[in-house]
C-alpha cells in the first residue's frame, strides 16, 4: 500500500516535471524568434547605408529611430528632481568648501551638475573652467577636453590622438560640433559596440590584455568605460592616459602616479601636489557587487524597452532610480519605494563620512597656508603636504565618481574614511609644525560660508571670469556655429 | 489569418498558465503535508512529558534527539579554522591595544574568540573577567552574569529577576550547571518558541509594543535577541536593561547613556567616563541588507538540515561560512568561494577603519594621561573626555558585534569611521591642551607591543590574578559541582 502510493507520487512528479520542461523551452523559443524577428526588422528597414566616419546622430537616426529618440532624451535634465536627490545643481554653492578644496585649480570655478550627453559640447564651451579663447591657439585646455565630448574627434584620431591632443580646444570649435552619440560606440556599417577611444585601448595592451576579445556584455560597460574612467593628460602632449597599469583601485592609482612624480596642480593654498580625480565610475563600478555580479552599466542605465513588440536598449542613459520598474526590479522583488530607500541609505551613509572629510580637509589647507605664513620651512611641511595629496586623493577619488556610494558602497565608505583619517593626521601634523615656529593658538578661519566668499578668499575674480566668458560666447562661438554650418 | 493566430496564442498562454498554477498548488500542498507529517511524528515519538522550568538539556534530548545532537555539537571549537578567520583565540595577544583601551575595565585581563553555547557556563568560571570569589558574596560580578550562560536562571527569575541579579555571582556556583539550552527558547510542553528573559521583554514594552505579538519568523530572531544585543546593569542592583527607549541605532544608545549620565568605567588612563559596549548583534543584523529583507538569524545561523526524510533545524549555531551549501546558497547561487570570499571582503574593509581606529585611540588615551601628568585642570580636559567616550563607544559597538561587519557592513563602515574621526579630534584637542600646559613635543609612548607588557603597563597583576583563579578553580568550583550532582 505504502508502496504503490510512492510509486504513484513518483509518476505525478515525472509527469509535472516533464510539462515544466517543456513549457519552459516553449518560452526560449519563442524569446529567441522574437529577438531574430527584431534584430531582421531593423536591419531590413534601414533607409540609409553608412559607412566609415559619420558624426552626425541625426544621420543614424534615419535608420534606428527608437534608439535615436531615447537618445534625444538625455536633453532632458529633470532626472533628479524626479527622485528627490538633494544635489543641487550648483554644487560649489552647495558645498563651498569645494572650492578651497580646488584653490588653483579651474574647477574651483564652476562645478555644475551634470547633465545628459547631449548637452556634453554646449557644456564644454560654457562652463567656466575652459576659460575664454579668443583665438586658436589661446588655452587653457587642451583639444584632448573634446575626447569625451564628440564623436567629431574620430574624424582627427583616426590614425593616433598625439597631434590631435596638443593643439588648444578651440583650434577645433568649429569641427567640434554633435554631442556624445552613435558612433562614439557602435561599429556604423551592423552596429556592433566598439571602442574608438584610444587611451582605453591602450591601458589594455599595458595590461598585456587585448580589448578585442572581450564578450558582449562586457562591451556593454567598456564603451561607457572610454569616458566614465580615472585618466590624466600626459606631459606636454596632454596625451589622455588611464592610470591602471598596477590595478583599477584607488591605492593602485596612487601608486602609479606617486612613482612617476605625477600632480595635476599644487595646491594654492597649501602648496600640496595634488591629483585631481576624474570620475572613475567604471572602475569604482567593477569594484562593487553589481560589478563583480556581472552586471554590466547598460543592464541598468540602459535597459531594455519595448514598443510595439520590438525591444530596445533604452538610450536615455541616466540614473537607474528614475526607472525601477525596468532596471532594480528585473532581479530584485522588492517594492521601488524600499529598492529607493535601499539607494538612498546607501549614500547618506557614505555622504556622513564625506561632509566630515570634506570640513577637515579643507581646514588643513588653511592651516597649512597659515603654516607657510608663519615660517614654515619646506622640510617641516613635508608630511604635511603628503598627507594633504593623499587625502584629497582619497577625498575627490569617493566624491567624483558618479554614483559610486552605491556602485561600491563598502567601497566608497572605505576610501572616504582612509581620507578623513589623513585629513585629521595632517590637522596634527600642521599643528605640531606650528608649535615649532611659535604658534599655539587656534589658527583663524575665513568666512567661506557661500561660494562667492570662498571664491574671493582663494583670490578668484569671478566678475572677469563671467564677463570673459560672456563676450566668447557672444563673439567666438557663433563664428564657429556659423562656419560649421557651412561645412554642412 | 493575424487575428487568428493571436487567439490561437493566448489560448495556449491560458492553458500553460493553468498547467503551472496546478503544478505550484501540488508544490504548496506537498510541502505542507510533508511538514506536518514531520510535527506529528516527533510529538507522537515524545518518550517523556515535560513541564514547568526543565534546565536539563538532555531530558529535552530524550524527546528532540536530532536538535539536541546537533545542539551538542557547539562544543566543536573548530569552526574558525575551518573557514581560515585569522582571528587568533586570545584575541588581546593578537591585539595588545585592546588592553590599553580597556584599561580600569575586566576585559583588559582576559579576552578570548567567543566559544559555542556548550561551554557558555564553564566559560564564565575559567574567565578572569570574574575574578576569584571564595566565598558566596564576594565579587566582582553579580549574578547577572548568567543571565546569558544558563537555562538555570530560570527557577530564580520566574517572578521578576530582581532579587536574584543583586546577589553576587558565587552565590549560585552550585546552581547554574546547565550551559544555554532548551528552555530557553523553548515553551517545553509544545516546543514553540518563548522569550524567557525579562530584559528583552520590557525593552518591547517601554517602546509601546508587545513581544508576544511577534510572528514565527521575527521570533527566529527574537530568541536570539535574548542576549545578543546591547544591555547595561542599571543601578546598584545590576539590573539587565536594554538601552532601546530612543531605538536600535548606535547614536540611538549612546543619546539614552548620556541623558541618564551612565558609564561603564572610567578609563584607568585618561579619566574618560566609559561605555563598554556589549554585543549589539541583533541591533546591527536589523539594520543590514539580511535583516532589512526579513532574514532572521536562523536562517543562516541554524539552517534547516535533513536526516532521513526529517526536517529540522540544525541547533550548532556557528558561522554561515561554515555551511554554505544550507545557509547562502538557499537565495544565491554563486560558487562557495565567490560568496565567502564577498564575505571576507566586507570584513576587510572593515578591519582597515578598525585597525586605524585601535591605533589612533589608544594613543589618544596614552596622551590624555600625559596631559594630566603634565597638570592639565578638569575643564581642560572636558572636551577630550567627551570625545574619548564617543570615541571608544563607536569602536567598541563596531567591533563588539559578532559578524557586525557582515549583517550590516555600510552601518559598521559608518560606525568605525566616525569613531577614527573622534579619536583623531581627541588627539588634536590633547595636542592643544598639552600646548596650553607647556609642552609641544611628541608625547612618549610607551612599549605596548605585546599583551603582556600592554596589562603591565596599565598596572595589571596579572600573576596574581591567574594565581587566584587558580586556587578558585581548585577549591571552589568542585564543591559547586558536587553540591548540584548530589541535589540532581
Known amino acids: 500500500m505504502e508502496n504503490k502510493k510512492l510509486k504513484s507520487w513518483q509518476g505525478w512528479t515525472l509527469f509535472i516535471a516533464s510539462m515544466a520542461v517543456v513549457f519552459f523551452l516553449g ?39 527608437r534608439q535615436y529618440r531615447s537618445w534625444r532624451n538625455t536633453e532632458r535634465t529633470d532626472f533628479r528632481s524626479e527622485f528627490n536627490s538633494s544635489e543641487a545643481d550648483d554644487i560649489l554653492a552647495e558645498r563651498p568648501n569645494m572650492v578651497v578644496l580646488w584653490a588653483g ?57 598625439e597631434e590631435f591632443y596638443t593643439h588648444k580646444w578651440a583650434a577645433y570649435g568649429d569641427e567640434m560640433i554633435n554631442p556624445i552619440g552613435c558612433a562614439d560606440c557602435h561599429e556604423p556599417e551592423n552596429m556592433n559596440l566598439q571602442i574608438t577611444r584610444h587611451a582605453l585601448i591602450e591601458a589594455f595592451e599595458r595590461q598585456g590584455k587585448d580589448i578585442k576579445k572581450a564578450t558582449l556584455q562586457e562591451m556593454r560597460s567598456l564603451v561607457c568605460a572610454q569616458c566614465h574612467v580615472e585618466y590624466y593628460f600626459r606631459g606636454d602632449g596632454k596625451y589622455i592616459t588611464l592610470p591602471w597599469d598596477k590595478g583599477i583601485t584607488m591605492e593602485d592609482m596612487e601608486n602609479y602616479y606617486d612613482e ?40 541598468c542605465h540602459m535597459p531594455y524597452k519595448s514598443e510595439g513588440g520590438v525591444k530596445f536598449s533604452d538610450h536615455h542613459v541616466r540614473s537607474p532610480l528614475a526607472m525601477i520598474d525596468r532596471t532594480c526590479q528585473v532581479c530584485h522583488r522588492q517594492s521601488e519605494e524600499t529598492l529607493r530607500n535601499n539607494v538612498y541609505e546607501r549614500q547618506r551613509k557614505a555622504s556622513e563620512t564625506r561632509n566630515r572629510l570634506e570640513t577637515e580637509l579643507t581646514k588643513a589647507h588653511i592651516e597649512a597656508k597659515y603654516a607657510w605664513d608663519k615660517g614654515a620651512t619646506q622640510a617641516q611641511m613635508q608630511e604635511v603636504l603628503q598627507l594633504l595629496r593623499q587625502s584629497q586623493w582619497r577625498w575627490d577619488f569617493g566624491v567624483a565618481s558618479h554614483g ?6 563598502q567601497e566608497v565608505q572605505r576610501i572616504l574614511a582612509c581620507g578623513l583619517d589623513r585629513a585629521l593626521q595632517a590637522r596634527l601634523a600642521i599643528s605640531k609644525v606650528l608649535a615649532k615656529n611659535g604658534f599655539t593658538g587656534e589658527v583663524p578661519m575665513p568666512d567661506i560660508s557661500t561660494k562667492e566668499k570662498a571664491q574671493a578668499y582663494i583670490g578668484l575674480n569671478m566678475d ?25
Request: proline share 6%.
Open 404 to 409: 559610486g556610494s552605491f556602485h561600491a558602497p
Open 464 to 488: 572677469k571670469e563671467r564677463a570673459d566668458k560672456a563676450r566668447f560666447l557672444e563673439t567666438i562661438v557663433p563664428q564657429w556655429l556659423e562656419k560649421a554650418k557651412n561645412v554642412e
Open 105 to 161: 585649480h579651474p574647477f574651483s570655478k564652476d562645478y555644475l551638475a551634470p547633465r545628459g550627453h547631449m548637452h556634453a559640447v554646449e557644456d564644454v564651451r560654457v562652463s567656466l573652467r575652459t576659460g575664454a579663447p579668443m583665438s586658436e591657439d589661446e588655452g587653457p585646455q587642451n583639444a584632448s577636453c573634446y575626447s569625451c565630448k564628440t564623436p567629431d574627434i574620430l574624424r582627427f584620431t583616426e590614425d593616433g590622438a
Open 260 to 299: 612617476i612624480g605625477f600632480s595635476d596642480f599644487i595646491h594654492a593654498l597649501s602648496r600640496a601636489p595634488i591629483i585631481k580625480a576624474q570620475h572613475p565610475d567604471y572602475e569604482i563600478a567593477e569594484l562593487g557587487i553589481h560589478g563583480q555580479r556581472g552586471v554590466s552599466c547598460a543592464d
Open 27 to 65: 518560452l526560449v523559443t519563442s524569446s529567441l524568434m522574437e529577438r531574430r524577428a527584431e534584430v531582421v526588422s531593423v536591419f531590413n528597414n534601414k533607409r540609409v547605408e553608412i559607412t566609415g566616419i559619420e558624426a552626425r546622430n541625426e544621420v543614424f537616426g534615419e535608420n534606428y529611430p
